[in-house]
T-cell receptor, first 114, second 110 residues
Framework: NAGVTQTPKFQVLKTGQSMTLQCAQD?????MYWYRQDPGMGLRLIYY???????DKGEVPNGYNVSRLNKREFSLRLESAAPSQTSVYFC?????????????FGPGTRLLVL | GIQVEQSPPDLILQEGANSTLRCNFS?????LQWFHQNPWGQLINLFY???GTKQNGRLSATTVATERYSLLYISSSQTTDSGVYFC????????????FGAGTRLTVKP
């Protein structure tokens, strides 16, 4: 099992450009998450999807959109990138529901917005 | 929202020493996890522990939910334990909305 995979690993954007970060999991998990991590800080939740077909805002959703394409895939889109969105982005998944919600993380995407 | 505070922010140990990391949270939770972020940035789940005590090798964790804190114990530390340790909580009735503390940066010297 690959676990949680993310693409790309690294990306440089100019202010105003758009891009989509991809995430996929092969553990048949119901719930998926997108976080950002800024230097010296903990992770902050951007959006989450408790199950296929649902998405909800987290702590810092402004400037982002998400799509739960199917049970395996959860994408994060930046429509018009800003320097403040320079960060490391992590995707995670968990079983969700009433069962243990251990989270498993992908390797991260480093994004630099110039 | 819920506040999650970790202490100490930084910890430097000699190899072989023991340590205790603390996580305080401001509201009732139904999910608490401890993670280790290694120097390459990978996040690894150490414990899912909303209450009680668990042990895994040299690591153990205790959560006292009624007093709103959790402790992570590292015994006989090794250089590979270096990195940042995060706790994360999910408040009751806020399913899937996980909030992380700022972390404890641990450096283990040989």
């Amino acid at each position: 099992n690959a676990g949680v995979t993310q693409t790309p690993k690294f990306q440089v954007l100019k202010t105003g450009q758009s891009m989509t970060l991809q995430c996929a999991q092969d553990m048949n998990h119901n719930s998926m998450y997108w976080y950002r991590q800024d230097p010296g800080m903990g992770l902050r939740l951007i959006y989450y999807s408790a199950s296929e077909g649902t998405t909800d805002k987290g702590e810092v959703p402004n400037g982002y959109n998400v799509s739960r394409l199917n049970k395996r895939e959860f994408s994060l889109r930046l429509e018009s990138a800003a320097p403040s969105q320079t960060s490391v982005y992590f995707c995670a998944s968990s079983e969700g529901g009433a069962r243990v919600k251990t989270q498993y993380f992908g390797p991260g995407t480093r994004l630099l917005v110039l | 929202g819920i506040q999650v505070e970790q202490s100490p922010p930084d910890l430097i140990l000699q190899e072989g020493a023991n340590s205790t990391l603390r996580c305080n949270f401001s509201d009732s939770v139904n999910n608490l996890q401890w993670f280790h972020q290694n120097p390459w940035g990978q996040l690894i789940n150490l414990f899912y522990i909303p209450s009680g005590t668990k042990q895994n090798g040299r690591l153990s964790a205790t959560t006292v939910a009624t007093e709103r804190y959790s402790l992570l114990y590292i015994s006989s530390s090794q250089t590979t334990d270096s990195g940042v340790y995060f706790c994360a909580v999910e408040r009751v009735y806020n399913n899937n909305d996980m909030r992380f503390g700022a972390g404890t940066r641990l450096t283990v010297k040989p």
